[in-house]
């Protein structure tokens, strides 16, 4: 039986003025999958993202996302979705405990919910003791593990991830993708964006953007068979070379 598709766009579009940003994308993401959405600075995949949490109206085309149409029922994508940009994921002077409940409550949680939610975080991730510590004084590693479990709090069916692991460390990144391969094992949909090739590997499929249009769609098994490269990092320099 073919896998539920949660992401499904078709010639989705972005111009701004005379300059087309995201140039009729075209592409289906299913149900527990690792996708990869990889392209340079410039390429368009952060305005292609845009679209598709709903803050962003595209020019044409069309897509789903959670079932969701990104044209008429963008709020009700946003409640569907969880979001965890590299950038802003939690507020630094709020306790840990502070941004479960407050994310929580955005998220339309009872505070039962977010209660048991909030003891589940503490004994998975090991955070007893800075549970009551300012997000702001703990390292990135820390951060960035709180900002992904915290994106999950209301058990979302797409988790968009930009850039997660930009500025961690190795053993950092290892031990946040075995927390991607733990939830999407669970049927969670990983949407990531990232600027590391290696992790291009451990994703189930990956998308290459060039100047705003996918020039590349496959697995990264495939994807290095097609373009006769031993690493992904090759075959983006060759794409991203022309």
């Known amino acids: ?4 598709k949660v992401i499904q766009v078709d010639s989705l579009t972005k ?20 996708f990869g959405f990889l392209g340079a600075n410039g390429a368009g995949k952060t305005t292609a993202m845009k679209m598709l949490i709903g803050i962003s109206k595209p020019t044409a085309g069309t897509a789903k996302v959670a079932g969701f149409d990104v044209f008429s029922e963008a709020e009700l994508i946003k409640k569907n979705i969880g979001y965890m ?6 507020y630094d002077d709020l306790t840990v405990a502070e ?5 929580g409550g955005i998220y339309g949680l009872t ?8 003891t589940q975080l503490v004994a998975e991730l090991g955070l007893d003791e800075i549970v009551n510590e300012l997000v702001g004084s703990l390292p990135l590693g820390w951060k960035q593990k709180i900002a992904f479990s915290v994106a999950l709090l209301h058990e979302p069916k797409i988790v968009f991830l930009d850039e997660p692991t930009g500025g961690v460390d190795p053993i950092t990144r290892r031990q946040f993708w075995e927390m991607i391969y733990k939830t999407a094992n669970g049927g969670t949909t990983i949407f990531v964006t990232t600027h590391y090739m290696d992790e291009a590997e451990y994703c189930d499929r990956v998308s290459i953007m060039v100047n705003g249009s996918i020039e590349a769609l496959d697995s990264p098994k495939k994807l290095k068979e097609q373009f006769g490269a031993d690493t992904m990092n090759d075959v983006f320099l060759k794409l991203a070379r022309g």
């Open 99 to 103: 941004n479960i409940t407050f994310f």
């Open 15 to 34: 111009k701004f003025g005379d300059f087309t940003a995201v140039n009729a994308i075209t592409f289906e993401v299913a149900k527990g999958e690792i």
């Open 1 to 4: 039986m073919e896998a539920e």
């Open 111 to 118: 505070r039962k919910r977010i209660n048991e939610k909030r």
């Open 85 to 90: 940009s590299q950038k802003f994921a939690l």
